[in-house]
């Protein structure tokens, strides 16, 4: 497969959008396009995935390691992959380029196309342009596409871009408002929340195909390797349930992969279905927006029942961030409190700025019958929520701060054979982790 990275100069630099645009012109011109997206962002993976018809892939080497990445690149299916950075090319954990867009491009060996949007600038913009082109010699950044601008704007600043950075400049996306696709608290709304969001990629494309050269792109598409895959699970025969919909959709594909090596997964709605699936060995709820979609799920007490339930009669279940929510209490949105499944004691309550942020390991300091005392797990936290809950924590996380300072917090609740914590974790990085959470002790 062929692949390149779209990038930006920082967040809020439109490569989302552009992303989708330039996925939906391919596709146009007849090629089978891969999402990938860089970091561990679930929202813009699943944009890719809904116009792709397959599953996006994340790249994060934090998470994943590099062997994790080049083998969820490789797991890719088509023609051309499109690569989505995270923030700016450069932005890595802390004040480095490591784990940066930047790093994932010189991991897979593949270009760089930067989307900019320009501000009342014209040379300024040139030795930006020049400064992330010169920052690492051993990223490869073929050219710009210019976002939000006018004609004549363009005109001008591609003169100035091809005369003082010499590189190209592929086109340009003129600035519309349909193109906007709306935001809340955590980042994008969900790409299943936007009845039209296909007519807005559709005018997206139309205006790359207009105004930006997709066919010179494509030459610089760089034919990458075939990467060496040894994330795979022995199959256990279990029956895994996975909640499903627009509440709970923060999966990691390649998480479901391995769980659907280990048996079989039976995905359920918490919004629409009246119970969990009968039999199961095993229960995963991700994360989500259930503090979005909290009347619907309060109101169906026969699924919060029967959940409630199965984890007092000791089924297997582990719960990530909106997971964790969900099997508290109560959620208080900040506009209502409603119950929920209430095996966890308190609640989960929304708060005004964000909890916990970034990377993080994971050391469990307590035992317990679900994950060994001593176990470390690379996770990513990002919520504005805290749960009360006064059940048993067996999580401490630490981050390393870019001064040096260690910052310090504990979660990760157990119960019967519960664990729930709000950190995300990519199986790949954590394959013992996984082989504990579904294997008794």
């Known amino acids: 497969m062929k692949s390149i990275v779209i990038s930006s100069d920082s967040s809020g630099g439109g490569k989302t959008t552009i992303t989708l645009g330039i996925i939906k012109a391919l596709m146009e011109k007849g090629f089978d396009v891969q999402g990938y997206k860089v970091g561990p962002d679930y929202i813009?993976?699943?944009?890719?995935?809904?116009?792709?018809?397959?599953?996006?892939?994340?790249?994060?080497?934090?998470?994943?390691?590099?062997?994790?990445?080049?083998?969820?690149?490789?797991?890719?299916?088509?023609?051309?992959?499109?690569?989505?950075?995270?923030?700016?090319?450069?932005?890595g954990k802390w004040i480095d380029s490591k784990y940066s867009t930047a790093h994932v491009a010189k991991t897979l060996g593949l270009p760089v196309v930067l989307v900019i949007s320009p501000k009342a600038q014209v040379a300024t913009l040139c030795a930006e342009i020049n400064g992330l082109v010169n920052f690492e010699e051993d990223v490869n950044i073929l050219g710009v596409i210019l976002n939000n601008i006018s004609e004549s704007y363009y005109g001008l600043l591609k003169a100035s871009i091809e005369y003082n950075c010499k590189i190209k400049v592929f086109g340009y996306v003129p600035n519309d408002e349909r193109l906007v696709l709306g935001s809340r608290h955590l980042g994008l709304i969900q790409s299943s929340e936007i009845d039209d969001l296909e007519e807005r990629v559709d005018v997206c494309s139309e205006l790359i195909l207009k105004h930006v050269d997709v066919e010179g792109l494509i030459e610089y598409f760089k034919e990458t390797p075939k990467y060496e895959d040894n994330f795979h699970l022995e199959n256990k025969g279990l029956n895994i349930g996975v909640a499903y919909d627009k509440a709970f959709s923060f999966y990691y594909k390649e998480n479901l992969e391995l769980l659907s090596e280990v048996g079989k997964i039976i995905y359920f709605s918490p919004l629409k279905d009246k119970a969990l699936p009968e039999g199961l060995d095993f229960l995963y709820i991700g994360g989500g927006y259930p503090e979005v979609f909290l009347e619907e799920l309060s109101n169906?007490?026969?699924?919060?029942?029967?959940?409630?339930?199965?984890?007092?009669?000791?089924?297997?279940?582990?719960?990530?961030?909106?997971?964790?929510?969900?099997?508290?209490?109560?959620?208080?949105?900040?506009?209502?409190?409603?119950?929920?499944?209430?095996?966890?004691?308190?609640?989960?309550?929304?708060?005004?700025?964000?909890?916990?942020?970034?990377?993080?390991?994971?050391?469990?300091?307590?035992?317990?019958?679900?994950?060994?005392?001593?176990?470390?797990?690379?996770?990513?936290?990002?919520?504005?929520?805290?749960?009360?809950?006064?059940?048993?924590?067996?999580?401490?996380?630490?981050?390393?701060?870019?001064?040096?300072?260690?910052?310090?917090?504990?979660?990760?609740y157990v119960k019967n054979n519960t664990l729930a914590g709000y950190a995300h974790v990519h199986f790949f990085g954590n394959i013992d982790f996984l082989k504990q959470l579904i294997e008794s002790r």
Do not use: P
Not at 67 to 87: C, I, N, P, T
């Open 300 to 412: 169906n007490k026969t699924m919060l029942q029967s959940i409630k339930n199965a984890l007092d009669n000791g089924l297997r279940c582990y719960a990530e961030c909106g997971g964790l929510m969900y099997l508290a209490e109560a959620i208080d949105n900040g506009e209502i409190q409603r119950d929920t499944v209430g095996f966890f004691s308190g609640k989960a309550t929304m708060t005004k700025t964000l909890q916990n942020f970034g990377y993080a390991e994971i050391e469990i300091n307590v035992d317990n019958k679900i994950v060994s005392k001593g176990t470390k797990i690379k996770c990513h936290e990002f919520h504005k929520s805290c749960v009360n809950t006064k059940d048993n924590k067996i999580y401490k996380l630490t981050n390393t701060m870019y001064d040096g300072k260690i910052k310090e917090w504990t979660c990760g």
């Open 44 to 91: 813009d993976s699943a944009f890719h995935s809904r116009i792709t018809g397959k599953a996006s892939r994340n790249l994060d080497l934090y998470l994943m390691g590099e062997d994790g990445v080049k083998a969820s690149y490789s797991r890719g299916e088509g023609d051309l992959g499109v690569v989505e950075g995270v923030m700016g090319l450069y932005d």
